[in-house]
């Protein structure tokens, strides 16, 4: 005796929904990790600027101003990626 159409589609929508509830339980990170992803990107977006305009400083010869412009630009690249990392983690 062959399936009920019906049932059968109820078993396929059943397995999807559990299969979807486990892709969202195992990749739900932890708050702790979440505010370390965000603080690394942060302090990343600062470093690579600083060291960018300290080899800048160094080539040309202009001391502190390569360092202290891509200090800020690393610092408004760091607040963007953040934001952005947490407008993602809000959808």
Known sequence: MAKDPFKTRLEIAKSKISKKN???KKY???????AFKLSTE???AVAVGTII?????????TKPWFILIFFFVGVVA????????????QK
């Open 78 to 89: 760091g607040i963007t990626n953040v934001i952005r990392s947490a407008k993602k983690m």
């Open 22 to 24: 486990l892709y969202n």
């Open 53 to 61: 305009g300290f080899i800048f400083d160094k080539t040309f010869g």
């Open 42 to 44: 942060l302090v990343s």
């Open 28 to 34: 739900n990170p932890s708050p702790i990790g979440t």
